[in-house]
């Protein structure tokens, strides 16, 4: 069955510093992979997705994930944290069947420290 | 104008009683879901209708009924609600089921059952 897993439930960083949200997923081909962001009381926003092609994605308030196979991972990077990037970051994977199905994980909630 | 619009956006009712929400996009999607965050901040899938027809039903009680007057609109309503109801209920809307994982979210709206 497909899951995803995001293993750091809760992270904090220094406004400036290199941020990194990983995700693992688990399905059987070649995955659809998401990333959303939820700001408090919103709902969710797609900030980068990956079908195909470059395993490198760049997405939207310069966050960028890498689809590495090998590993069933698809962590999600930002070199410079900005205070408007707390949130809680989901990442997700597209069930096959033509049903527009996602599967979301657990969610990781970003603290930034001034 | 909002493109995924829900209300109420709190409801806060006693066990037992019948609640409906209400959902609207304006995005011209042929595709529209509802899902459900728990406490824990757990995303699962509910429901979706593709053009008014349903095409995903994830095991939900069938105290929950969903309905599509046509494929702008995707209402909710709960019968008997129960304690384990309380929730964050999320409408969705995307271009199709082809797996383009592009959802775009309402702002959601808050169930409290007491």
Same mark, same amino acid.
């Given at each position: 069955?497909?899951?995803?897993?995001?293993?750091?439930?809760?992270?904090?960083?220094?406004?400036?510093?290199?941020?990194?949200?990983?995700?693992?997923?688990?399905?059987?081909?070649?995955?659809?992979?998401?990333?959303?962001?939820?700001?408090?009381?919103?709902?969710?926003?797609?900030?980068?997705?990956?079908?195909?092609?470059?395993?490198?994605?760049?997405?939207?308030?310069?966050?960028?994930?890498?689809?590495?196979?090998?590993?069933?991972?698809?962590?999600?990077?930002?070199?410079?944290?900005?205070?408007?990037?707390?949130?809680?970051?989901?990442?997700?994977?597209?069930?096959?069947?033509?049903?527009g199905?996602?599967?979301?994980?657990?969610?990781?909630?970003?603290?930034?420290?001034? | 104008?909002?493109?995924?619009?829900?209300?109420?956006?709190?409801?806060?009712?006693?066990?037992?009683?019948?609640? %409906?929400?209400?959902?609207?996009?304006?995005?011209?999607?042929?595709t529209?879901y509802?899902?459900?965050?728990?406490?824990?901040?757990?995303?699962?899938?509910?429901f979706s209708y593709?053009?008014?027809?349903?095409i995903i039903?994830?095991?939900?009680?069938?105290?929950?009924?969903?309905?599509?007057?046509?494929?702008?609109?995707?209402?909710?309503?709960?019968?008997?609600?129960?304690?384990?109801?309380?929730?964050?209920?999320?409408?969705?809307? %995307? %271009?199709?089921?082809?797996?383009?994982?592009?959802?775009?979210?309402?702002?959601? %709206?808050?169930?409290?059952?007491?």
């Amino acid at each position: 069955a497909q899951s995803v897993t995001q293993p750091d439930i809760h992270i904090t960083v220094s406004e400036g510093a290199s941020l990194e949200l990983r995700c693992n997923y688990s399905y059987g081909a070649t995955p659809y992979l998401f990333w959303y962001v939820q700001s408090p009381g919103q709902g969710l926003q797609l900030l980068l997705k990956y079908f195909s092609g470059d395993t490198l994605v760049q997405g939207i308030k310069g966050f960028e994930a890498e689809f590495k196979r090998s590993q069933s991972s698809f962590n999600l990077r930002k070199p410079s944290v900005h205070w408007s990037d707390a949130a809680e970051y989901f990442c997700a994977v597209g069930v096959s069947g033509n049903t527009g199905k996602l599967i979301f994980g657990q969610g990781t909630t970003l603290q930034v420290k001034p | 104008d909002t493109a995924v619009s829900q209300t109420p956006k709190y409801l806060v009712t006693q066990m037992g009683n019948d609640k %409906s929400i209400k959902c609207e996009q304006n995005l011209g999607h042929d595709t529209m879901y509802w899902y459900k965050q728990d406490s824990k901040k757990f995303l699962k899938i509910m429901f979706s209708y593709n053009n008014k027809e349903l095409i995903i039903n994830e095991t939900v009680p069938n105290r929950f009924s969903p309905k599509s007057p046509d494929k702008a609109h995707l209402n909710l309503h709960i019968n008997s609600l129960e304690l384990g109801d309380s929730a964050v209920y999320f409408c969705a809307s %995307s %271009s199709g089921l082809l797996n383009t994982g592009e959802l775009f979210f309402g702002e959601g %709206s808050r169930l409290t059952v007491l």
